[in-house]
């Protein structure tokens, strides 16, 4: 007696077992056979992709990946710019207000990265999480790493128009 099973159907549910708990397939022909028609298929639909595959990122190109949109490297300058000198002046003192202006400039980035940059949510918030961090440090050091990454979001904007 052989009881077909849809195509779709998913797992070891339906198939019979022996008792070491192995799926017995000898019992079942080769034979394409239809279902009749009374019963109905129970196919589940595939799950939607995940933001976070490994294949995704492979499509981006290397400015869209390590990008800044330029204003933004521009903020960021003249903002580090502002707080180191204020914090050479005031011997450290200023370091409170450097974190406080520093969250404040990565909220910034995230909303303009996915905005005008067209980065997703975890792209947008890994930079603006790195630029915060490179601004609340007190040296002028940092500022290569977002010019250079500004240069590479004004060749992605070009890129972008033409």
């Known amino acids: 007696m052989l009881k077909s099973i849809p195509a779709c159907s998913r797992g070891r549910a339906n198939l019979p077992q022996n008792r070491e708990n192995k799926v017995n397939f ?8 239809d279902a009749p028609a009374s019963e109905p298929l129970h196919c589940e639909p595939s799950p939607p992709p995940q933001r976070g595959d490994a294949h995704q990122g492979r499509g981006r190109s290397f400015d869209q990946l390590w990008g800044l949109h330029p204003g933004i490297a521009l903020l960021a300058l003249v903002i580090d710019t502002m707080l180191f000198g204020g914090a050479l002046a005031t011997l450290g003192a200023i370091l409170p207000l450097s974190l406080a202006v ?34 609340v440090i007190p040296t002028p050091l940092p ?19 033409s």
């Open 143 to 161: 500022a290569f790493l977002y010019l250079s990454s500004g240069a590479l979001g004004l060749v992605h904007q070009l890129r972008r128009k």
């Open 102 to 135: 520093g969250v404040a400039l990565g909220f910034i980035t995230y909303r303009a990265q996915k905005r005008w940059y067209g980065d997703d949510d975890e792209n947008a918030l890994i930079k603006a999480a790195i630029l915060t961090i490179l601004t």
């Open 26 to 33: 000898t019992q079942y022909s080769t034979e394409i056979k």
